[in-house]
């Protein structure tokens, strides 16, 4: 007789949870990354080699057999050799996940990722497995070890980080950002450029646009919707800013290019 094995949890257990902020398969011509140190995890993979990720001293290359994950507050860079089709994942490990440890890892290349690339799916089922995709890839990575925190950013600059991802534009003044930090303006304004290499006011822009462009291009959010959420005045605020950072692309020309079909 075989015999079974039955886990008893003390209590309900839950399902570990993952936000994706992101994710896209493009071709690539050049590879600018403006500000690298954000705090949500990278997946980078790439269909042949051409391109490579400098952290510090080391340097990873991006290959077709191969994912590379870099951890949230990371400093990197990224060099393209040639043109290559590319695809990339933002995402973020919330509440149930164990701690990550916090260094960039290089995994096997799962089948499921070009699955996702080749396949005609439904949204449901594309959502579907682009969660099975980085659970499966999770479930391989070491745990942090206690004491191990994430890379060289002060703290206090990691807490801000988070928050200017989720908060509207009116509550993230340099003064408000500073209280939150527990720091004088000054002082908060100085460390958040020596350590992020812009000032605290051209971040956050570059935060709201982009989460602007996610807003317009995955949901039906109305514009004025998106104003309001943002923490925008009004619509028109919202349109003239978005329309000076994209070019004179106004937010429902966005939309449009964004949704046309490849």
């Given at each position: 007789?075989?015999?079974?094995?039955i886990?008893?949890s003390?209590?309900?257990?839950r399902?570990?949870?993952?936000?994706?902020y992101q994710?896209?398969y493009l071709?690539?011509?050049?590879?600018r990354?403006?500000?690298?140190?954000?705090?949500?995890?990278r997946?980078?993979?790439?269909?042949t080699?051409?391109?490579?990720i400098?952290?510090g001293d080391?340097?990873?290359?991006l290959a077709?057999d191969h994912v590379?994950?870099?951890?949230?507050?990371?400093?990197y860079?990224?060099v393209?050799e040639?043109?290559?089709n590319?695809?990339y994942?933002?995402?973020?490990?919330?509440?149930?996940?164990?701690?990550?440890a916090?260094?960039?890892?290089?995994q096997?290349t799962p089948p499921?990722l070009?699955?996702?690339?080749?396949?005609?799916?439904?949204?449901?089922?594309?959502?579907?497995?682009?969660f099975?995709?980085?659970l499966?890839?999770?479930?391989d990575?070491?745990?942090?070890?206690?004491?191990?925190?994430?890379?060289?950013?002060?703290?206090?600059?990691q807490?801000i980080?988070?928050m200017i991802?989720?908060?509207?534009r009116n509550?993230?003044?340099?003064?408000?950002?500073?209280?939150a930090?527990?720091?004088a303006?000054s002082s908060f304004?100085h460390?958040?450029q020596k350590?992020?290499?812009?000032?605290?006011?051209?971040?956050?822009?570059?935060?709201?646009?982009?989460?602007?462009g996610?807003?317009?291009?995955?949901?039906?959010?109305?514009?004025?919707?998106i104003?309001e959420?943002?923490?925008?005045?009004?619509?028109?605020h919202?349109?003239?800013?978005?329309?000076?950072?994209h070019?004179?692309?106004?937010?429902?020309?966005?939309?449009?290019?964004?949704?046309a079909?490849?």
């Open positions: 007789m075989i015999p079974a094995f886990y008893h003390q209590s309900m257990s399902a570990p949870e993952l936000k994706i994710w896209q071709r690539l011509d050049e590879w990354v403006d500000f690298p140190i954000r705090p949500f995890w997946l980078y993979w790439n269909e080699p051409g391109a490579r400098v952290c080391r340097e990873v290359e077709p590379v994950l870099i951890p949230p507050f990371t400093s860079q990224a393209l040639r043109p290559l590319h695809f994942v933002h995402f973020r490990p919330e509440a149930n996940f164990p701690r990550l916090p260094q960039v890892a290089i096997p499921l070009r699955h996702i690339i080749d396949g005609e799916h439904s949204q449901k089922h594309l959502e579907l497995c682009m099975a995709l980085l499966g890839i999770l479930a990575m070491p745990e942090a070890t206690d004491g191990e925190s994430g890379g060289a950013i002060d703290f206090r600059i807490k980080l988070e991802d989720t908060l509207p509550a993230c003044g340099n003064g408000s950002l500073a209280r930090a527990n720091m303006t304004q460390l958040f350590q992020i290499g812009v000032p605290p006011q051209q971040y956050v822009m570059r935060i709201l646009m982009e989460r602007a996610l807003l317009l291009s995955s949901t039906d959010l109305s514009i004025p919707e104003a959420r943002l923490g925008f005045a009004n619509r028109y919202f349109t003239v800013v978005f329309t000076r950072w070019e004179m692309t106004s937010p429902a020309a966005y939309r449009r290019k964004s949704r079909p490849k």
